[in-house]
């Protein structure tokens, strides 16, 4: 039985590398995203690539959505009755702090830390049933240093990191690791609409989160990481 992975954000950036990848790998995927159209193209892209992989399990939902999430993962397990890796990887960046409206803070916390929340809650149930399983939050290196004019979006990350290590501590004795995943400038498109002044080539890839997650997931039972920080080499000072 192929092992399955949940990615969210799968549309774009980290989200459809990691779907591609996991794909690769041999995984049953189920991708989530809004854009059911971009959905449909990643899906095409496996099968074309890699057509003795299960198709993709398409889920075009907003993850805000709380009656969404708990509806489509039910499906999943419905379906496929397990689910070894939850990638919470949806994101948004809006940028400020003192100025931020309360909407965009509030829309930005529901995205990046609720959403996340929402998916491990419904999933965490028949990972503890299995007695395995593998969560990964994309959280930020602002999730571990607050960045000026991004309080927002650090408060999201914060809370990710947060949640992240709660659940390192409150699931390892059911065979279940979780690690947040802290990178910098990664080269995607929010990358650039948060204003990077690093070339693409200067960036972390999205492949080389990917690669971080494969080197997790290939660790003795044992061990675990808490969080890993990735950071681009034109960024440290």
């Given at each position: 039985?192929?092992k399955l992975?949940?990615?969210?954000?799968?549309s774009?950036?980290i989200?459809?590398?990691c779907s591609?990848?996991?794909?690769?790998?041999?995984?049953?995927t189920?991708?989530?995203?809004?854009?059911e159209?971009?959905l449909?193209?990643?899906a095409?892209?496996?099968r074309?690539?890699?057509?003795e992989?299960?198709?993709?399990f398409?889920?075009a939902i907003?993850?805000?959505?709380?009656?969404?999430?708990e509806?489509?993962?039910?499906?999943?397990?419905?379906k496929?009755?397990?689910i070894?890796?939850?990638v919470?990887n949806?994101?948004?960046?809006?940028?400020?702090?003192?100025?931020l409206s309360i909407?965009?803070?509030?829309e930005?916390?529901n995205t990046n830390l609720?959403?996340a929340?929402g998916?491990?809650?419904?999933?965490?149930?028949i990972?503890?049933?299995?007695?395995?399983?593998?969560?990964?939050?994309?959280?930020s290196?602002a999730?571990?240093?607050?960045f000026?004019?991004?309080?927002g979006?650090s408060a999201?990350k914060?809370g990710?990191?947060?949640l992240?290590?709660?659940l390192f501590?409150e699931?390892?004795?059911?065979?279940?690791?979780?690690?947040a995943?802290c990178p910098g400038?990664?080269?995607?498109?929010?990358?650039?609409?948060?204003?990077?002044?690093l070339?693409?080539?200067e960036?972390?890839?999205?492949?080389d989160?990917?690669k971080?997650?494969?080197?997790?997931?290939?660790?003795?039972p044992n061990?675990?990481v808490?969080e890993?920080i990735?950071?681009?080499a034109?960024?440290i000072?």
């Amino acid at each position: 039985m192929n092992k399955l992975a949940v990615i969210t954000g799968a549309s774009r950036g980290i989200g459809k590398t990691c779907s591609l990848q996991f794909a690769a790998l041999g995984y049953q995927t189920v991708l989530i995203a809004r854009n059911e159209l971009k959905l449909k193209q990643i899906a095409e892209e496996i099968r074309i690539s890699k057509p003795e992989v299960p198709n993709p399990f398409l889920l075009a939902i907003n993850i805000t959505d709380q009656k969404s999430i708990e509806s489509g993962i039910q499906k999943v397990i419905e379906k496929f009755g397990r689910i070894d890796v939850l990638v919470n990887n949806a994101g948004i960046y809006l940028e400020g702090t003192s100025e931020l409206s309360i909407e965009n803070f509030e829309e930005q916390l529901n995205t990046n830390l609720t959403a996340a929340f929402g998916l491990i809650k419904n999933i965490v149930p028949i990972m503890k049933k299995q007695k395995q399983g593998y969560i990964f939050n994309i959280a930020s290196r602002a999730g571990k240093v607050g960045f000026a004019e991004s309080g927002g979006y650090s408060a999201s990350k914060f809370g990710l990191v947060g949640l992240s290590e709660s659940l390192f501590r409150e699931l390892a004795g059911f065979g279940i690791s979780v690690t947040a995943i802290c990178p910098g400038w990664v080269d995607t498109e929010m990358a650039y609409e948060a204003g990077t002044l690093l070339e693409a080539t200067e960036m972390i890839q999205t492949l080389d989160i990917f690669k971080a997650m494969e080197w997790l997931l290939n660790l003795s039972p044992n061990a675990r990481v808490k969080e890993l920080i990735i950071e681009s080499a034109k960024s440290i000072h």
